[in-house]
């Protein structure tokens, strides 16, 4: 068996190349290129450039060569307000108070983005059998689901040689992605930029397919009346309620009559605060269906930044004080701090803000800060505490993994595996200290143990 990620970074040249980065891959224009190479002699973006445009509609020549800068040379520092604010309390906070009285419990395991890769529909029941246990050995599994289903000739039409900016996938690379073993993700979010990539209709196909599969989708309702409404799972006695919206849907507009098929709010504009109102419409949906416990997916962020924006942190903590008890965020493609934030609302309450949790397959195999995300595995508590109902988080980790390639005899086959598991030592040494550094940036040090 041959380990491409050795191969690729180790001494010995690869027979076939694989795609590191975007820059391997998108085409820019020159005077886009000559930015980047400007901003990597003089130092420009070491720090996060301050006004960035990321929905298509509000991108500049700029914000274009600081995107592709940025995918080849991820953006590690951040201002001092920004580590102050989501390393105010570490893990250690969170826990059950000392009264508290459990009746019932669950546990949660949460994924970054599913997208699509070459072959990767020859890894079903491969790709997930390093990280089962924490995924997909648990009560409720979720992820963000970033590639609408096609029919195999609109994909090889659409996908372009790797070159197009449209994810979709065949229903063979859908398989792969959402089982494992018979078994599959409880909640897959589709309310991310991609939504619309082959329009509406495969949106509906997309969902029509989870819908077979026992998968409840979160973020694209399907009716008027579905729009801001949350979503309402129940598992052993504890009832879920998920809210979801994204910053973006690339610039594609929906349908006229169809305004209402994905959650879509401005959560990054560069000319105005993020619009909480869609999400606040959605916690109070849940408030009313009595939910235990509030989850959200957002898909937000700046894409290769291993920090978020200050405004985001205020937005998650507006949005925790409202209700939210979990924020899984998504969309930067690398990890973020995950953030342990106790409310005001409530002195005992610990929500867990997981700024980015990465993104878990794609089509780039060996630049460290991309193929690397994060799995958080948590444990939830329903009980009562001094006689008052109460669902708290009991414990949280966060896990990083990685996607590993192999070529072995009968193909090329995608593993997801557990970075703690691995040592420093052959060919990929070089991969695995930058990924252990990466999580180090982000997690601080106790994340292995």
Same mark, same amino acid.
């Given at each position: 068996m041959k380990n491409l990620l050795d191969r690729n970074l180790g001494t010995i040249a690869m027979p076939h190349h694989l795609p590191s980065t975007p820059m391997d891959v998108f085409s820019a224009k020159p005077e886009t290129l000559e930015t980047v190479r400007k901003a990597k002699v003089f130092g420009w973006w070491d720090f996060p450039l301050e006004d960035v445009g990321v929905d298509n509609p509000e991108m500049n020549a700029n914000d274009s060569a600081y995107w592709h800068y940025a995918s080849g040379n991820p953006i590690t520092k951040t201002k001092q307000e920004v580590s102050e604010a989501v390393f105010q309390s570490g893990i250690s906070a969170v826990g059950l108070p000392g009264d508290f009285e459990t009746e019932s419990s669950l546990t949660v395991g949460a994924a970054g983005d599913l997208i699509r890769a070459d072959g990767l529909e020859y890894s079903k029941d491969i790709l997930f059998e390093?990280?089962? &246990?924490?995924?997909?050995?648990?009560?409720? $599994?979720?992820?963000?689901?970033?590639? /609408?289903?096609? #029919?195999?000739?609109?994909?090889?039409?659409?996908?372009?040689?790797?070159?197009?900016?449209?994810? @979709? @996938?065949?229903?063979?690379?859908?398989?792969?992605?959402? #089982?494992?073993?018979?078994?599959?993700?409880? *909640?897959?979010? +589709?309310?991310?930029?991609?939504?619309? &990539?082959?329009?509406? #209709?495969?949106?509906?196909?997309?969902?029509?397919?989870?819908?077979?599969?026992?998968?409840? &989708?979160?973020? $694209?309702?399907?009716? $008027?009346? #579905?729009?801001?409404? !949350?979503?309402?799972? /129940?598992?052993?006695? +504890?009832?879920?309620?998920?809210?979801?919206?994204?910053?973006?849907?690339?610039?594609?507009?929906?349908?006229? !009559?169809?305004?209402?098929? *994905?959650?879509?709010?401005?959560?990054?504009?560069?000319? *105005?605060?993020?619009?909480?109102?869609?999400?606040? $419409?959605?916690?109070?949906? @849940?408030k009313i269906r009595g939910c235990d416990f509030i989850v959200a997916s957002i898909h937000w962020g700046v894409e290769f930044e291993f920090f978020p924006r200050l405004r985001q942190i205020e937005a998650a903590h507006a949005l925790v004080e409202e209700g939210v008890d979990l924020i899984l965020g998504a969309h930067p493609h690398v990890i973020q701090p995950v953030e342990y934030y106790r409310t005001k609302r409530d002195p005992n309450r610990i929500a867990v803000i997981a700024y980015s949790l990465g993104t878990l397959t794609w089509g780039w195999y060996t630049a460290p800060h991309l193929i690397l995300s994060l799995i958080m595995h948590l444990k939830l508590a329903k009980g009562h505490v001094g006689g008052e109902p109460r669902t708290y988080i009991e414990s949280a980790k966060p896990n990083p993994v990685y996607r590993n390639i192999s070529e072995e005899a009968n193909g090329r086959f995608m593993r997801i595996q557990k970075l703690c598991d691995q040592d420093e030592n052959g060919g990929a040494a070089c991969a695995i200290v930058k990924m252990k550094q990466y999580a180090t940036l982000v997690l601080g040090d106790g994340w292995a143990y």
């Open positions: 390093g990280i089962e &246990d924490i995924l997909f050995d648990t009560d409720v $599994a979720f992820a963000n689901y970033e590639s /609408v289903v096609a #029919e195999d000739d609109v994909v090889k039409k659409s996908i372009v040689d790797g070159q197009s900016f449209i994810m @979709c @996938c065949s229903s063979t690379q859908y398989t792969a992605l959402t #089982e494992h073993r018979g078994r599959r993700f409880d *909640v897959l979010n +589709i309310a991310n930029n991609h939504s619309l &990539d082959l329009g509406v #209709e495969s949106l509906s196909t997309t969902q029509d397919l989870f819908l077979r599969d026992g998968i409840m &989708d979160i973020g $694209a309702p399907r009716s $008027a009346q #579905e729009y801001g409404k !949350g979503k309402v799972f /129940v598992r052993n006695g +504890i009832k879920l309620g998920f809210v979801s919206a994204t910053f973006s849907l690339n610039g594609k507009p929906l349908p006229t !009559g169809q305004e209402f098929r *994905v959650h879509t709010s401005k959560l990054m504009s560069r000319y *105005v605060p993020p619009d909480l109102e869609l999400l606040r $419409a959605q916690i109070a949906d @849940c």
